[in-house]
């Protein structure tokens, strides 16, 4: 084949995944699909797979440290399905060819990204009700989207991670309303970490549509369902009768409902904090990843010894059945 | 008060205060456990520590729940928990020894899980009733953690010579504090006589040949070191459950009478 | 984390008695007998099954998208293997 044909070609079947695509089709991993798009989705889900992983160390901060042991089993076990989701989401991505090894090590060579919210430290127990009810919130907004990505994989993936997520959100506006309705000091402790989260929270989302390098095109192919912005005011929009039910202050002073267009009004946010933090300025960027490295080169004999152990039990059998 | 129900009275008390001994042992190695989430050798191990620290937690809930109950005095699982010192806390020191490397954690497990399979066989026939259906619970959950701390012990006993290594000196370090677990004080004497009590000197054996059984597969070999370090039930501990203790009740301590 | 050497496994579970096992996801593992405990606690952490089964990934044969047309049209020109091919006098309000 000419290489003017093979072009050909390729234009062809772009316009037949295209149509597909349009046609609320779900792809497959074998199918064929522009490598713009696999690039895409590996980018995306591996941030995401990353994000749970990462996500797994400011909560896994407090399990020790869990006020009453059915706080302590709950966390431990958000902490745990956490584990399960970005192991759900590595698997999925596998299957675009690429493996989990490969991701992990683009995640502590710094190539890949994770969500920008767990470079925050967890300071105090209100941090683990505002982390469940705002991060998690805002994680649930996105995900419940994504339920309808056109990656069947991912799509399916999402429906599980969602149906068990609704009980992370949820214990953590629990923890709010004991601390928020509990004793001054206590309220105290729930308005500061509202304070704190609420802001980093509304960034998960990522920056203006306008200013986003990849949404047109995640758009285009359905990867993304929503807009940046879109999911956002959604959120904005849902927080506020939480907050009031707390009778905690709500953090955003220009905050303000808009009869016209059938949202809440807010103020902008701090978008040069927003990008110093993802550029390494956060409290805990580089403990995360080292964290995480530590971790991976601790277990690197327990690898190597399973390796071994499988080897030397195959050259058993073998023998044995010889 | 006669005789009879200051007898009664007593061995009530027995049986909360052994109760909050078991509860002890699972809420100080759940807590070890649960140390390792996100420092595991690899993502599947995370998850799967994390649901033998959850296991641990709930037999901790379990142990201290009916302790409460049977005290009558308003007070909750998490009194038990994170109102007491470290010189009321009547674990086993084997259970408050630091998480060290996989090894150690696998050894320390190895050893628990079998004398926990043997010891909740027991107590399922204690004369109190929820004993009996706490044990019928936990002993579901032991046998699945035998099956994991058994093939990793093979894994790791018969991987590499790094492994093998570790294992063997994880098990020289572990090994003196496994004598006490099968020792018996008075208070327990009251209560085996009382059919409510395990008498764990009756588990030995049993477990030294499970354990010599999965050693000897392993190429792990008992230390012949005759150092043993014991009591745990008397309160007398190691420095470690001091800031285990700490930072566990930290938190709930700070804020007296706040509910969370 | 280097699982490369690990195997990787699909996972299915039956949820029910009388269900069919359904491809819930995969995992690394050294060998099937790990492959089944990590399966139990990465898949069913909420009681969602009665059995499990785990599979090397590389021992399934998938047919490829190319393979599509000869596999699965042939079956499309025989509608007649489909009861709603034959429709039922009014008369009759269920067959």
């Known amino acids: 084949m000419s290489d003017h044909t093979k072009l050909e070609v390729e234009h062809e079947l772009e316009i037949a995944f295209q149509a597909k695509i349009d046609d609320e089709q779900k792809v497959e991993p074998k199918d064929w699909m522009p490598e713009g798009y696999r690039k895409n989705l590996i980018r995306q889900m591996s941030q995401h797979a990353h994000s749970e992983v990462i996500g797994m160390q400011p909560e896994g901060n407090w399990i020790t440290r869990a006020p009453s042991l059915r706080r302590k089993a709950v966390l431990l076990a958000k902490v745990q399905d956490e584990a399960g989701h970005g192991l759900y989401l590595y698997s999925a991505t596998e299957t675009l060819g690429i493996s989990r090894s490969q991701m992990i090590e683009a995640l502590q060579t710094g190539t890949a990204k994770y969500a920008s919210i767990f470079n925050y430290p967890t300071q105090t127990w209100g941090d683990m009700g505002a982390i469940g009810w705002l991060v998690d919130g805002a994680a649930i907004c996105n995900q419940v989207s994504l339920q309808r990505t056109s990656y069947g994989p991912y799509a399916r993936g999402m429906i599980r991670i969602c149906k068990e997520e609704s009980f992370h959100q949820r214990q953590g506006y629990q923890i709010m309303i004991e601390l928020a309705h509990g004793t001054p000091a206590q309220k105290k402790m729930a308005q500061d970490s509202l304070n704190r989260f609420y802001w980093p929270s509304l960034m998960m989302f990522g920056p203006h549509d306008s200013d986003s390098a990849h949404s047109a095109k995640s758009m285009k192919w359905k990867i993304k369902r929503e807009t940046n912005d879109d999911l956002r005011q959604k959120f904005i929009d849902q927080t506020v009768s939480q907050i009031e039910y707390l009778g905690l202050e709500h953090p955003d002073k220009a905050l303000v409902w808009n009869e016209e267009r059938n949202h809440y009004d807010s103020s902008d946010l701090d978008w040069d904090e927003f990008y110093s933090v993802i550029n390494g300025n956060g409290h805990c960027n580089r403990q995360r990843i080292q964290h995480h490295i530590k971790a991976h080169e601790e277990g690197a004999w327990v690898r190597e010894a399973m390796a071994a152990y499988k080897q030397k039990k195959q050259l058993k059998n073998a023998t044995n059945a010889a | ?260 | 984390m280097t699982t490369e050497k690990l195997e990787l496994f699909e996972v299915f579970v039956r949820p029910k008695r009388g269900l069919d096992h359904k491809h819930v996801g995969s995992l690394h593992a050294e060998d099937k007998e790990q492959a089944l405990e990590y399966a139990r606690d990465v898949y069913t952490r909420r009681t969602e099954g009665i059995s499990i089964w785990v599979v090397k990934s590389g021992d399934i044969c998938a047919s490829q998208e190319d393979d599509r047309e000869s596999f699965f049209d042939p079956s499309d020109d025989k509608p007649y293997r489909h009861a709603t091919y034959y429709p039922l006098p009014k008369e009759i309000s269920n067959m």
């Open chain 2, 1 to 260: 008060m006669t005789q009879s129900t200051q007898n009664k009275v007593d061995s009530k008390q027995d049986l909360i205060n052994y109760l909050v001994r078991l509860g002890d042992d699972s809420i100080v190695l759940g807590h070890r456990v649960s140390e390792w989430v996100s420092n595991g050798p690899f993502l599947e191990e995370d998850i799967a520590l994390g649901n033998v620290a959850l296991d641990y937690i709930g037999r901790a809930r379990l142990f201290y729940g009916h302790a409460a109950t049977l005290s009558e005095d308003g007070k909750t699982e998490d009194d038990f928990a994170f109102l007491r010192d470290e010189r009321e806390f009547e674990n086993y020191l084997i259970n408050e020894l630091p998480r060290g490397d996989f090894a150690y954690t696998i050894v320390r497990q190895l050893l628990v899980d079998l004398y926990n399979k043997h010891h909740l066989q027991a107590l399922k026939s204690s004369t109190d009733e929820t004993l009996v259906a706490i044990a019928e619970k936990a002993s579901k959950e032991t046998s699945y953690h035998c099956r994991r701390s058994t093939s990793w012990a093979l894994r790791l006993g018969d991987g590499t010579q790094e492994s093998k290594r570790r294992m063997q000196l994880a098990v020289d370090d572990i090994w003196g504090y496994s004598h006490e677990l099968f020792e018996v004080d008075a208070l327990e004497q009251r209560l085996i006589d009382a059919g409510i009590a395990v008498d764990c000197e009756q588990l030995k054996q049993q477990w030294l040949a499970d354990v010599e059984e999965v050693f000897e597969e392993a190429g792990l070999t008992i230390p012949e070191a005759t150092w043993a370090v014991r009591g745990g039930r008397k309160g007398y501990h190691t420095e470690h459950l001091g800031h285990l203790l700490t930072q566990m009740q930290f938190v709930h301590r700070s804020f007296p009478g706040a509910t969370w």
